[in-house]
């Protein structure tokens, strides 16, 4: 299996040499060549396979360049009890007919990021190992990847961490899970700015070529093709768990934000997985609703990007949208280098609304889309607590919300849930009129000492940040 860019660069790469680099050397994502494709005997047989057991099945199709029992052992090492909470790892639960919640938030940081980030933290541990080779992770966060990247990453060998997130733009909790952290591999920046500027100073940095290679700069975000391809894995398992062999197919609702989660579940649908719709559920910061509605990619600006009460998507540029527009567009590397690095730098937008290619996302593609307010969000949280005695963060309420838009009783619409309420506290007191229950190891967190670094939103400072310690260490 062999990797190439969105946008043309003509080496072709192996996993490995992905996993490290992060973004292609021409600004692109790196996507595979081809998509593996999985007929039903194979999905059927898989239905008896426990969480670790399909990773590896579902990982082998697209790595090739490590050997099948060492990856086999980097997955059983990565899902287990004692990290994921149950055998189940991603359990799937029924809200009513037709109503699906997959449990994804019982990791070490309660947000579905784990379930991606504990395997690339142990990936790269392992092939850095292998090179004898160190890397620096340069990443961005709204809110759930900063904490997942560092509670992976921690006391990993060879391994630094510079996570960029926007000043006082998370919740209490979220800042308090990274900021607390005092290992000194671990180093939080916060940008003076919203989530895009942390964004963009990553691609910035990413893209300065003799700076990346020479402080041995590599991504996390799910620009990182290895954290993608771990989140297709529980496509694979909701589905199992809610269909039976030789049903019909299923459906995901997916807030999303940065276009990664939903983007893995376009690359399952690609390798056969039955699944007739892609719900994408946004909140008031509705760029990818309203592409998915009209064909038109409009960037919002800082001042436009709103602050929203599900934090971790208030994004107005999704870095992974460009992965399925390469795809929209037949893998055309050349308009789509167009569209994401020319028209967008120069008009902030792009425009497929007068294409015929663009009707493929929903009939070809099985994109759905949809947008949910607070007003929304407190009542889809107060409906699923007093209903059903479920407690959802409000992410997962803008899931749910959009999900019963488009879903039906015939067929399983599977929600996925985004994280644990404990995140959210403020919006539950406001939605419950209680607070959501805190697991015990988490007491007190709000109150601990903070280890954090501010900065201006511009890539020189952070580059001087990094310089500087790589070079003090």
Known sequence: ????????????????????????????????????????????????????????????????????????AICE????????????????????????????????????????????????????ARRHEELNILGATSGDTGSAAEYAMRGK????????????????????????????????????????DC????????????????????????????????????????????????????????????FGNICAGHVGRMMGLPISRLVLATNENDVLDEFFRTGVYRVRSRADTLETSSPSMDISKASNLERFVFDLLGRDASRTKLLFEDQLRERGAFDLSGDPCFADAATRFGFRSGRSTHADRLATIRDTWERYDTMIDPHTADGV???????????????????????????????????????????????????????PANAEAVKNYIADVVQGS
Request: avoid cysteine; charge should be neutral; charged fraction near 20%.
């Open 1 to 72: 299996m062999h990797y190439v860019s969105t946008r043309g660069h003509s080496g072709r790469k192996q996993f490995s040499e992905t996993l490290l680099e992060g973004l292609a050397e021409d600004g692109g994502l790196y996507i595979p060549q081809t998509y593996p494709r999985v007929d039903d005997a194979t999905l059927d047989a898989w239905r008896t396979l426990s969480y670790p057991s399909l990773a590896f099945e579902v990982l082998s199709l697209y790595i090739s360049d490590i050997p099948p029992a060492d990856l086999k």
């Open 77 to 128: 090492r990565t899902y287990t009890p004692e990290v994921f909470g149950s055998s189940k790892i991603a359990p799937l639960r029924k809200l009513e007919n037709g109503l699906y919640l997959q449990g994804l938030s019982n990791g070490p940081t309660l947000a579905f990021k784990d379930m991606a980030m504990q395997l690339l933290g142990n990936l790269l541990e392992y092939e850095l």
């Open 157 to 196: 060998k060879g391994v630094r961490v510079f996570m960029l997130s926007p000043r006082a733009r998370m919740s209490a909790f979220q800042q308090a899970q990274m900021f607390s952290l005092q290992d000194d591999n671990i180093h939080n920046i916060a940008i003076d700015g919203v989530f895009d």
């Open 199 to 258: 964004q963009d100073i990553v691609k910035r940095v990413s893209g300065d070529l003799e700076f990346k290679q020479r402080y041995k700069i590599g991504a996390v975000n799910s620009i990182n093709w290895a954290r993608l391809l771990a989140q297709v894995v529980y496509y694979f398992y909701g589905y199992l768990q809610a269909t039976e062999p030789q049903s019909a197919g299923a459906s995901f609702a997916v807030p999303s934000g940065n």
């Open 401 to 455: 919300t959009v999900a019963r838009v488009h879903g039906s009783p015939e067929e399983p619409m599977i929600v996925l849930e985004t994280a644990l309420p404990i995140k959210f506290a403020a919006t539950i007191r406001e939605a419950l009129g209680r607070d959501p229950d805190r697991p015990q190891r988490f007491d007190g967190i709000e109150d601990l000492p903070k280890r954090v670094r501010v900065l």
